[in-house]
């Protein structure tokens, strides 16, 4: 289908540990949200924890989702706003500081590169690459808070930067896996920030807030203050591993303990019900919902505990007016908003995409949080474009980029 002047298309791929997952968007000039005209999903393999593991199976989900979406959409998908998931990426905030360069000291876009790109010297270990950098606020000879010092007057200009790294065989891998699917990557967005960009509001990301995205093989952490994101990280835990337990707990096939999980697992149990007897067809017989609490219980508490852990490390334990937003395929879990408040003492509920036109019945769903996001982010930043194979030496081409992007 080819778009009429006045519309454009969009294409996020989200590359998970149980499905990837392509989504096409039509934006029609004016409109606020694009319209969503082709999704295509295709179950993962070759991927664990959210790292490729297999480039070849990986290409082959790639190549299953895109054509799907290309079949529904009708436009030719060549090029795409990627995810980037995996417990090798982390995140710092980075301070960059430099001296005005004009002799009238008005500040110039040229400055805010500078200082953008000051903040982002940072000691990496090796085999360690930049993947997003996020202004956070900028103070000019001292007064802080600033979101835009263009046009200002000062002689030093700071920044205080979100940087997200991550491990660059890791990266590697999934680009490579990408291109031979024949996708240019146009941006990498972190899984928990994307599915912010598509769930949370503007609010409560001024008032603090923390994503929490439950995935198959991961869950995704991104916690917003003042507007701005504060910190990022994936865990290597995710709703899979719940299924693995039970398959372990109740002896049986991970197919089967899929289904059971799917069917019959509460993340939140009255104390009173703990003694019912769950008919379980799938097993020919009964389980407790005792049984049950305490296999996927376990692994939900350790979930919980390991995502209260990193709101800790940014002073936002029991500190987010904001409350939890989960989303992710995890988060369809019944009860699992009563586990959430329990667990982080905090408001909770679950987010996924709202408010667009189109295909929304597939994707009014917290499993596609990640992916409508991703197309949001190549609605604002999808304009470059990285050559195939790039990694290693482009650090400084991709994170100009980045920046060039960033810029209002
Ligand atoms: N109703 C439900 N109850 C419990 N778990 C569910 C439910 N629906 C889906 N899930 C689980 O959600 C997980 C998949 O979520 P999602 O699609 O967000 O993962 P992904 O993006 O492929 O993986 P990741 O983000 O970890 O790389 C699976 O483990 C699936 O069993
Ligand atoms: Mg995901």
Known sequence: MAAKQTEQIYIGLDIGSTKVCCVVGLHEEGAALPSVIGVGVAPTSGMRKGVVVDVEETVSSITAAVDEAERISGVAIDRATISIDGAHVTSQNSRGVIAVGRADQEIMVDDVVRVEEAATAIQLPPNREIIQVFPRSYSVDGQTNIKDPVGMNGVRLEVESHIISGSLPAIKNLDRSIHQAGIAIQGQVLVPLAA????????????????????????????????????????????????????????????????????????HTSKASLNEKVKVEELDGEVTRKELQNIAGA???????????????????????GGVVLTGGGAKMAGIEELAKEALQLPAVVGKPEGFSGIVDRINDPAFSAPIGLMLENMSHGQQEQAPGAGIGQTVDRLKKTLRNLLP
């Open 196 to 267: 912010a960009r598509a769930v949370l509001t503007k609010r409560q990301k001024e008032l603090g807030v923390a994503l929490v995205d439950i995935g198959g093989g991961t869950t995704g952490v991104a916690v917003y203050e003042e507007g701005d994101i504060l910190y990022s990280s994936v865990l290597p835990v995710g709703a899979g591993h719940i299924t693995n337990d039970l398959a372990i707990g109740l002896k049986t096939s991970i197919d089967i303990a899929e289904k059971i999980k799917l069917k019959y697992v509460r993340a």
């Open 299 to 321: 692994r939900l508490d350790e979930i919980f505990q390991l995502v209260r852990a990193e709101l800790k490390k940014v002073g936002k334990d029991l500190m987010l007016p």
